[in-house]
């Protein structure tokens, strides 16, 4: 099993441009989420989703899309790469369940650099 | 406001010491508390899970203890080795369902 595969692994954007980190699993998990991780302040929750077709916003949704067409994949899109986007962007995913009750697993990161 | 707060200066510590991290909380009433563990250039990966009505949880050289009335989480390495050095993450059930909210994380570093 190669668990939660995030790509690409590296991106430099120009601010403006749209883009779309793409996120898979192979573990048939129900449960996936997108985070990002900046300097001092921890991951914080963009969005999430409870299974395929279902999605929410997490604590910091403005920017991003997501959509979960089929339970491996979930991308996330920037819409119109700003700066304040330069961060650390992890995918992770679990079983059914409440996610506070179930570990998260997640994948190496996407680190952004807009410009 | 609601927070999560680890120690954000490194922890230094000898190897064979026992190595102790805090995870404190606001204004949060979780159910279930997480410990991570993250390498640089890498993802979190998952350590331990505690429960509300558990007051502590053992794996091998690591314990965590969950105290809701100091809203309080320790999570301690003995017998620490430096392959032990990594930033430790807790996390909780936050607001929502589905929501888990991760502290800043406290870099633990143990030397020969």
């Known amino acids: 099993n190669a668990g939660v595969t995030q790509t690409p692994k590296f991106q430099v954007l120009k601010t403006g441009q749209s883009m779309t980190l793409q996120c898979a699993q192979d573990?048939?998990?129900?449960?996936m989420s997108w985070y990002r991780q900046d300097p001092g302040m921890g991951l914080r929750l963009i969005h999430y989703?409870?299974?395929?077709?279902?999605?929410d916003q997490g604590e910091v949704p403005n920017g991003y899309n997501v959509s979960r067409s089929t339970t491996e994949d979930f991308p996330l899109r920037l819409l119109s790469a700003a700066p304040s986007q330069t961060s650390v962007y992890f995918c992770?995913?679990?079983?059914?369940?409440?996610?506070?009750?179930?570990?998260?697993?997640f994948g190496d990161g996407t680190r952004l650099s807009i410009l | 406001s609601q927070k999560i707060e680890q120690n954000s200066e490194a922890l230094n510590i000898q190897e064979g010491k026992t190595a102790t991290l805090t995870c404190n909380y606001t204004?949060?009433?979780?159910?279930?508390l997480q410990w991570y563990r993250q390498d640089p250039g890498r993802g979190p990966v998952f350590l331990l899970l505690?429960?509300?009505?558990?007051k502590e949880k053992r794996k091998e050289r690591l314990k965590v203890t969950f105290d809701t009335t100091l809203k309080q989480s320790l999570f301690h390495i003995t017998a620490s080795q430096p392959a032990d050095s990594a930033t430790y993450l807790c996390?909780?059930?936050?607001?929502?369902?589905?929501?888990?909210?991760f502290g800043t994380g406290t870099r633990l570093l143990v030397s020969p």
């Open positions: 573990m048939n998990h129900e449960y």
């Open positions: 996390a909780l059930d936050g607001t929502g369902f589905q929501k888990l909210v």
């Open positions: 992770a995913s679990s079983p059914r369940g409440q996610a506070g009750n179930q570990p998260q697993h």
């Open positions: 989703s409870v299974g395929a077709g279902i999605t």
């Open positions: 204004n949060y009433s979780p159910a279930y």
């Open positions: 505690i429960r509300e009505n558990e």
